[in-house]
């Protein structure tokens, strides 16, 4: 019905579940119950005559009766009546056909529309179809040229291709010819050959007798030269034998000499021993004579602690004083982040401002650049000159204020105004806002006393929620009245309606709404109240806290004077502490020299035995020099007895070195000799020699060449062969003899032929074969084509008698049902001294019909045209008329077992909701006609009722009886005694 979004909301208020039941008049004598239980959660459960049973079960049921809710001109609820006149033609007819047409009719009518639409596609179809035949054969037209243009360029390729097979063989035999005639000349260089090889044969054999003796030669001397290297290694390691003799000798005279350094340092330690154990007795005797080291060893102490404890009373002095300063500093970096968090807001709203407004934001940086440029102050957008005491407030100022406002300059003096005017808007092009400080000092601007106004929970004006510099104060006092507007809390949300009528406010904040109230200025001057919803704050939700500011600044600059006078503490500590370190040192250094002159005694007899000790030992360590060098002059002599062997040896060595050397210098004299006898025989060799080598290497050439050619007379034949397209051995066909003894027989005869044929073939212009392989397959398509526009025109021609005897069949008995719907309607009207009329409206195309409707025309006054039935051209009260009218017309014509219409006669005056109340009845109330049913509100007085019509009054309410307790005679008996 569409007055809820679901089903539960049809359940009553405080109960879990709703049920319905209807009862529908069965045709056999047994009624049809329908049950529907509906849950909250918008579950429903459905039973038919008391069996549980579907929705789809119960929606066959009603179709098998012909009961259709969705049908306007069958069930009209209260809220449709205005649907029923904005239904189009169209739904109109089809609505129509459902409630009072046969059942084919409607089904008929379908079937037309989607014939129609089945033969607009065939229609289409065919078109396109026959516009891409038509397509297809000028586009091959468009080709023929291209296509005739094509071969004939090929024949002339065809020849040319012949031609270049024929210029293949002659090629072929040239090249045989050039391969007979070298491998000619290469036999005959062979031969020639042969023969000067065999007149060189004796000098041959003379000079391989001279590389023999030579090779003799060079074996002996090799013998000679690995036998002097024998020699010779003999002769080393005599000489390497005579070093190691030397290494001796010096060896001896290096460890004499060490003895007697060691000697000589050893007397020098006894007679330093002596002197240090002559002051170490000397000092005894002086430490004996100290008597009161004890007395001052002691008092060196007591002093020692003493400055010991002042030392730690200084530490605990200083340590205290640092975690002071500590303290201090901490103190001071927690004000600076608070500081730095107060700049970050400066940031976060520059931030902001970008997003809002870019324009203003890279105007207010270019500001903070140019300050000096202007006489008086400039102040930046309001949004960022503003600062909220408290942010949960910042709410109430971005409402009042405008955003136009929110990103505006602020201008103190006219001519600051207009040149920052210019600049930015005019020069720089940036979109601002721009604003003048009123003249009025801000003095001027006082708020009313609040406490007034706090019996309803007001306590601020919106002046006392911010600070802003005084230009931009004075201009929002001037501009939004912040001076006057309060701000309550809920309190006054809950005392609105007494603020309002007491308070004399016109504007007015609470919790999380504004409040604007005007007041008529004429008659009663009654008071117009408005409000709305706050939005959270965007802009101004970003706050500093000046007071907090200034507090945290002060308590810098005191922090700072702490942290100085605490430092100043410390260095006098230190100052004091650095004194008494160096008290304490001295005392350190005079109670070690006590400490050192105390145990003195006991250390100096311990040294005096040490140094004792020394002596002895090193006495006793005393080397005999004599008889040391008794033992190394044995030993050197000794030494130089074997070093006279083995230079004996050695110079015996010589003498065979230099005899073996005599002999290889004889046997290298004869190398040369029979060298030069070489020579001379390669010489007489080489003038023959030189004709051969250059035969020799012309050979292989010329056999090189006739190889080549060889090669190329294979590979010619195989190319010519390839060419025409016959394997190996296999004889030329004769239509390719007859054609080859059609053109020259010499190459250049050829190219020239080739040449022209090639001119011709170039002179038409390239066709791609895509062009010709298109051709050839449109051409296939087109006769594709034209078998299917056949096809398709036959099935167009068959669809369209088929849509003929469908039409004939559901339009005449539509017109009629139509016509007859018209009478009825007329005389309705007729009745009601107006006019109406229904017809088809088959639109500008009879074939479409889906553009067929129904179309009623109304005329409810003398004088004027018939008007089409629309939302537009009747009032809702004739609306209502012609609906009622419409449907009566349909109840004699009905094939639906009742009709339903909720509060048609809302909107109608008295007279007409009489008339038709008349009508409703003379028409439901005949026999053989579909139940009525009429829900209203109301019915005017002395209306005509009939024995045919049941009225059923329906309370509801909350101390509405039961039907049980319902008693008709007993209300109508107590009626009669109250009158």
């Known amino acids: 019905m569409g007055r809820a979004t679901s089903v539960g909301d049809f359940i009553k208020h405080g109960r879990e579940s709703a049920l319905i039941e209807v009862e529908l008049s069965g045709t056999k004598g047994r009624n049809y119950v329908i049950q529907r239980k509906i849950q909250k959660n918008n579950q429903s459960s459905w039973l038919l005559n008391g069996q549980a049973s579907s929705l789809k079960n119960v929606e066959e ?50 079937r037309l529309k989607a014939s129609r639409t089945a033969a607009k596609e065939l229609e289409i179809s065919y078109q396109n179809l026959s516009e891409h035949l038509n397509s297809e054969k000028q586009k091959n037209a468009r ?125 020098s330690r006894v007679h330093m021993y002596h002197q240090q154990l002559e002051g170490l007795r000397n000092q005894l005797r002086e430490a004996e004579n100290l008597d009161n080291l004890q007395q001052e060893l002691a008092e060196t102490c007591q002093k020692m602690s003493a400055v ?7 530490q605990q002095k200083k340590d205290l004083a640092r975690e002071r300063k500590n303290q201090i500093i901490s103190d001071m970096t927690a004000i600076e982040s608070e500081l730095g968090q107060a700049q970050n807001v400066r940031n976060q709203r ?135 507007i309060p701000v309550g809390d809920s309190t006054t949300r809950n005392a609105v309606d007494a603020v309002i009528r007491q308070a004399g406010l016109q504007c007015f904040y609470t919790e999380n709404h504004k409040y604007t109230i005007k007041r008529s200025k004429y008659g009663s001057r009654e008071t117009i109240s408005s409000s709305k919803e706050l939005k959270e704050a965007r802009m101004l939700a970003m706050t500093t806290d000046v007071a907090h500011l200034q507090e945290l600044g002060a308590n810098m600059l005191r922090f700072g004077e702490a942290k100085a006078y605490v430092q100043s503490e410390i260095d006098a500590i230190q100052r004091e502490e650095q004194s008494l370190q160096a008290q304490m040192e001295s005392l350190r250094k005079k109670k070690k020299d006590l400490l050192q002159l105390k145990g003195a005694k006991s250390s100096l007899t311990e040294k005096i035995r040490m140094k004792e000790e020394n002596i002895v030992r090193l006495e006793q360590e005393a080397i005999d020099l004599e008889a040391a060098e008794a033992r190394a002059i044995s030993k050197i002599r000794e030494v130089k007895l074997l070093k006279l062997g083995f230079l004996q040896t050695f110079l015996t060595a010589t ?145 369209g008698q088929s849509i003929d005897e469908i039409k004939q069949d559901w339009l005449n008995p539509l017109e009629d049902l139509v016509s007859k719907i018209n009478d009825k309607f007329g005389a309705f009207f007729s009745s009601l001294q107006c006019a109406g009329q229904v017809k088809v409206d088959k639109g500008e195309n009879t074939d479409d019909f889906g553009k067929y409707g129904i179309q009623i025309k109304v005329k409810f006054r003398a004088g004027e045209p018939m008007k089409e039935l629309t939302p537009f051209h009747q009032s809702g009260g004739e609306r209502s008329v012609a609906t009622v009218l419409y449907m009566m017309s349909l109840q004699e014509l009905t094939h639906v077992p009742f009709r339903c219409v909720d509060e048609i006669n809302q909107g109608m005056d008295s007279a007409n909701e009489r008339k038709i109340f008349e009508l409703v009845v003379q028409t439901a109330c005949r026999e053989n006609t579909a139940q009525y049913f009429l829900l209203t509100p109301k019915l005017l007085p002395d209306l005509t009722y009939t024995g045919r019509m049941n009225v059923l009054c329906i309370y509801n309410g909350q101390f509405s009886l039961t039907h049980t307790e319902y008693k008709l005679r007993k209300f109508l008996r107590r009626r009669r005694e109250l009158d």
């Open 350 to 484: 520059l931030t902001k401002l970008r997003q809002m407004n870019k324009d203003a934001h890279d105007a207010t940086l270019w500001l903070e650049q140019n300050r000096a440029r202007f006489k008086k102050p400039i102040y930046e957008p309001i949004m960022m000159t503003i600062n909220m005491h408290n942010r949960d407030t910042a709410k109430y100022i971005e409402d009042h204020i405008s955003y136009q406002d929110m990103v505006a300059f602020v201008c103190e003096d006219p001519d600051d105004m207009e040149l920052i005017a210019k600049t930015l808007r005019d020069e720089q092009d940036l979109r601002i806002n721009v604003v003048k400080v009123p003249q009025e000092p801000l003095s001027s601007y006082n708020s009313p006393p609040i406490q007034q106004l706090r019996r309803w929970g007001f306590q601020k004006y919106l002046r006392d929620l911010f600070d802003a510099p005084e230009g931009v104060m004075r201009y929002l006092c001037a501009q939004y009245r912040v001076h006057l």
């Open 61 to 110: 049921l009603t179709r098998k009766l012909n009961i259709q809710v969705g049908n306007l001109c069958q069930f009209l609820p209260q809220e449709k009546v205005a649907d029923f006149v904005k239904m189009s033609p169209q739904e109109l007819l089809e609505n129509t056909e459902k409630a009072v047409g046969p059942p084919e009719m409607f089904e008929q009518h379908q």
């Open 143 to 267: 080709m023929q040229q291209e296509v005739e243009c094509f071969y004939e360029k090929e024949n002339h390729l065809q020849k040319v291709t012949a031609l270049k097979q024929k210029r293949g063989f002659l090629e072929y035999e040239a090249c045989r010819q050039d391969f007979i005639q070298a491998n000619e000349r290469k036999q005959a260089l062979k031969k020639r050959l042969h023969e000067a090889e065999a007149l060189n044969k004796p000098r041959q054999r003379k000079l391989d007798k001279a590389c023999d003796e030579v090779k003799a030669i060079e074996i002996k001397i090799t013998n000679k030269t690995a036998e002097l290297r024998q020699l010779g290694e003999k002769a080393s390691r005599q000489m390497k034998s005579l070093e190691a003799l030397r290494d001796k000798v010096d060896a001896a005279e290096d460890e004499l000499k060490e003895k007697k350094v060691t000697e000589q340092q050893r007397r």
């Open 308 to 314: 010991n404890s002042s030392l730690g009373q200084m």
């Open 655 to 799: 003498k065979e070195v230099c005899e073996v050397s005599r002999s290889r210098v004889c046997l290298c004299l004869c190398q040369a000799q029979a060298n030069l006898t070489k020579h001379k025989v390669e010489n007489e060799m080489s003038k023959t020699s030189t004709q051969l080598a250059e035969m020799q290497q012309e050979l292989p050439d010329l056999a090189r060449q006739a190889s080549q050619l060889k090669d190329k007379v294979q590979s010619y034949l195989a190319q010519a062969r390839e060419n025409v397209g016959i394997a190996a051995g296999e004889e030329l066909p004769n239509h390719l003899v007859q054609t080859f003894l059609a053109f020259p027989d010499t190459v250049d005869g050829l190219d020239a032929l080739i040449h022209d044929e090639q001119a011709r073939a170039d002179c038409y212009l390239q066709v791609d074969k895509n062009v010709i392989k298109e051709y050839t397959a449109r051409k296939l398509d087109i006769v594709r084509l034209e078998e299917e526009v056949i096809e398709k025109k036959r099935l167009l021609d068959q669809h």
